[in-house]
């Protein structure tokens, strides 16, 4: 299916939309200078294919995932978005190897993915880090199993947390982190390995609005820094649009490919922008469309708030003293 592409057309003068990006085959990369108009350009590495994934669980008459194809470019931001227990984890586990589907296959840069590796590092919602570990000690952990050198491991952790502004915690222990430091303690040791592509199952949903926008923005720096291609699985339709390249929204019961959108907005984006609220309406109209669609289905029930209040322009004790 092609996906729909966003054309901001009044932010052309303010934001500088995204040109066509020769790749480099450089796997590191650096960030962009601070005003600098070119974008870095995009890694390699990371071609991800899902092809005609089908996937049901025993006790359910409905798949969980029905005849799902989605391709995700390198360098690439793809968000998938949609009602709980719309296959969002389901097809991020096939990606990962974790779950094999019924039928289908996955490949990663051309290799036939038949169970996790290491070129698909994988951050759920709860981080995974040893407790008994400090955090230079997580992300080192990964580097001494492939039996790297000591010198070359304390290189790559330093980077690592560097990546994630972290450098002056590799001492703390897990339970000395807040919890977004503990998720980018576990984006770094993800990174460290140099995946071809990061997977991420909503791994900023048990963080607070204020952490959760911090870690958009570093997120955001890192991919530009990186160039990894993402695959990132979330219900908040904010963070969709704040992040991705393109969103796909599925579709529940059974699981599949409602709709995508191609976001032409350049990185690193301003958050609190007019187009990523426009876009925001488009893919919250669309999610509200599919739970209504899926209660109707199940419940017969269809449901819709009733229309906001107006309020008077004249009405200046609104807000008065802000
Ligand atoms: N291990 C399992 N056994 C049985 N059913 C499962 C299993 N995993 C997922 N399902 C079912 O498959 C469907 C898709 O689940 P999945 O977890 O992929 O949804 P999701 O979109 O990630 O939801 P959420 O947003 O709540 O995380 C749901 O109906 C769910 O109940
Ligand atoms: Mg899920």
């Given at each position: 299916?092609?996906?729909?592409?966003?054309?901001?057309?009044?932010?052309?003068?303010?934001?500088?939309?995204?040109?066509?990006?020769?790749?480099?085959?450089?796997?590191?990369?650096?960030?962009?200078?601070?005003?600098?108009?070119?974008?870095?350009?995009?890694?390699?590495?990371?071609?991800?294919?899902?092809?005609?994934i089908?996937?049901?669980?025993?006790g359910?008459?409905?798949?969980a995932?029905?005849?799902?194809?989605?391709?995700a470019?390198?360098?690439?931001?793809?968000?998938?978005?949609?009602?709980?227990?719309?296959?969002?984890?389901?097809?991020?586990?096939?990606?990962?190897?974790?779950?094999k589907?019924?039928?289908?296959?996955?490949?990663?840069?051309?290799?036939?993915?038949?169970q996790?590796?290491?070129?698909?590092?994988?951050?759920?919602?709860?981080?995974?880090?040893?407790?008994?570990?400090?955090?230079?000690?997580?992300?080192?952990?990964?580097?001494?199993?492939?039996?790297?050198?000591?010198?070359?491991?304390?290189?790559?952790?330093?980077?690592?947390?560097?990546m994630?502004?972290?450098?002056?915690?590799?001492?703390?222990?897990?339970?000395?982190?807040?919890?977004?430091?503990?998720?980018?303690?576990?984006?770094?040791?993800?990174?460290?390995?140099?995946?071809?592509?990061?997977?991420?199952?909503?791994?900023?949903?048990?963080?607070?609005?204020?952490?959760?926008?911090?870690?958009?923005?570093?997120?955001?720096?890192?991919?530009?820094?990186?160039?990894?291609?993402?695959?990132?699985?979330?219900?908040?339709?904010?963070?969709?649009?704040?992040?991705?390249?393109?969103?796909?929204?599925?579709?529940?019961?059974?699981?599949?490919?409602?709709?995508?959108?191609?976001?032409?907005?350049?990185?690193?984006?301003?958050?609190?922008?007019?187009?990523?609220?426009?876009?925001?309406?488009?893919?919250?109209?669309?999610?509200?469309?599919?739970?209504?669609?899926?209660?109707?289905?199940?419940?017969?029930?269809?449901?819709?708030?009733?229309?906001?209040?107006h309020?008077?322009?004249?009405?200046?004790?609104?807000?008065?003293?802000?």
């Amino acid at each position: 299916m092609a996906a729909e592409v966003f054309h901001a057309e009044r932010v052309e003068s303010r934001e500088r939309r995204v040109p066509p990006q020769p790749s480099d085959g450089n796997p590191k990369g650096s960030l962009p200078p601070p005003g600098s108009s070119s974008p870095p350009p995009r890694g390699t590495r990371g071609r991800l294919v899902l092809q005609n994934i089908n996937k049901s669980f025993p006790g359910s008459n409905v798949p969980a995932l029905k005849d799902v194809t989605v391709v995700a470019e390198p360098g690439e931001f793809l968000v998938l978005v949609g009602p709980s227990g719309c296959g969002k984890s389901t097809l991020l586990n096939v990606a990962a190897g974790m779950l094999k589907a019924d039928s289908g296959t996955v490949e990663i840069d051309g290799q036939r993915v038949t169970q996790p590796g290491p070129d698909r590092a994988v951050v759920f919602q709860d981080h995974g880090l040893f407790p008994w570990l400090n955090a230079a000690a997580n992300i080192e952990f990964g580097l001494k199993m492939k039996g790297m050198s000591k010198s070359e491991r304390q290189d790559r952790v330093a980077d690592a947390l560097k990546m994630v502004h972290l450098s002056n915690a590799g001492h703390k222990l897990v339970h000395e982190l807040s919890g977004g430091m503990r998720q980018r303690v576990a984006i770094a040791r993800s990174l460290v390995l140099d995946p071809a592509c990061l997977l991420m199952d909503e791994p900023f949903a048990a963080l607070d609005a204020q952490t959760r926008t911090l870690l958009h923005a570093q997120l955001q720096e890192l991919w530009l820094n990186t160039k990894k291609m993402v695959l990132f699985v979330t219900h908040s339709v904010g963070e969709a649009v704040r992040l991705a390249d393109r969103v796909i929204i599925l579709h529940s019961y059974p699981g599949r490919v409602r709709r995508e959108l191609k976001i032409n907005l350049q990185h690193p984006r301003d958050f609190d922008g007019p187009e990523l609220t426009e876009l925001g309406h488009i893919v919250r109209k669309e999610i509200e469309d599919e739970v209504n669609r899926v209660n109707v289905h199940l419940a017969n029930d269809f449901w819709s708030p009733e229309k906001a209040a107006h309020l008077d322009p004249g009405a200046r004790s609104v807000g008065d003293g802000l």
